[in-house]
């Protein structure tokens, strides 16, 4: 239970905090509910920074990646293939631990991985990618970029395969790790460097 989890935990290493970073990870991929499901993800657009809510749809804790779907229209892809440094920023409540991690993005368009994660997008979910105009641009009337015959009279799975060209994946490969944990013993806060991915580095940081 979730609750257990409120009593303070000494965090001691390197291992340990990683251990735990990479459970949350892990368990937010798979659990709806966890604080960790929905990152911010921010990137540079025109040298100013934007940052949105995503979904965490999938991660490798040996590669050191998360992976979320995306609208390949939309213009952060656009920015996203001239600058691929981005950020994301996780926090649990109960866990006490915010994440601030510097990563670098690939976009996977139309490749194993993007027809692999097409594949698990649900019948329902399919419906963010069938909108006409990209996101973002303007519309005339609140539902106006939805296909009406859609709209009236729904649409089959086969009908959605069409939203395959829209469809993409946001791969982000963590470069380093700002950890922070909040106790009232005095907060604890580290830095993770994925530099070398096998032996990453450490460092103690004041909160
Ligand atoms: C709970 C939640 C989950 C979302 N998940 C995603 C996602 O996985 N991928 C995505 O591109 N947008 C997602 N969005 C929408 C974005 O936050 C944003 O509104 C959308 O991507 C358009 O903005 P952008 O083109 O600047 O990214 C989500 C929004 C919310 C509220």
Redesign the pocket.
């Known amino acids: 239970m979730r609750e257990n989890l409120l009593s303070e935990i000494n965090y001691k290493n390197l291992e340990q905090i990683e251990d735990k970073i990479w459970s949350l990870i892990h368990d937010a991929v798979v659990n709806r509910d966890a604080p960790f499901r929905?990152p911010i993800?921010s990137n540079i657009?025109d040298g100013k920074p934007?940052a949105?809510?995503?979904?965490l749809?999938s991660a490798n804790s040996n590669d050191k990646n998360i992976f979320?779907?995306?609208?390949f229209r939309?213009?952060?892809i656009k920015y996203l293939k001239e600058n691929p440094q981005c950020h994301l920023t996780f926090y649990d409540k109960l866990e006490k631990i915010q994440l601030r991690v510097t990563a670098r993005s690939i976009i996977h368009y139309q490749d194993s991985i993007c027809s692999s994660a097409w594949n698990k997008v649900n019948h329902f979910s399919r419906k963010c990618y069938l909108y006409e105009k990209s996101?973002?641009s303007e519309i005339n009337s609140p539902r106006s970029s939805y296909p009406r015959e859609f709209f009236e009279n729904g649409y089959t799975l086969n009908q959605s395969e069409c939203g395959y060209i829209n469809f993409c994946v946001?791969e982000c490969l963590f470069i380093s790790i700002d950890w922070l944990y909040l106790a009232a013993k005095g907060h604890l806060r580290a830095s993770l460097n994925y530099k070398s991915k096998s032996e990453p580095s450490f460092t103690w940081i004041s909160p």
């Open positions: 929905t993800f657009e934007n949105r809510t995503v979904v749809r979320f779907n995306a609208d939309s213009p952060k996101p973002g946001i």
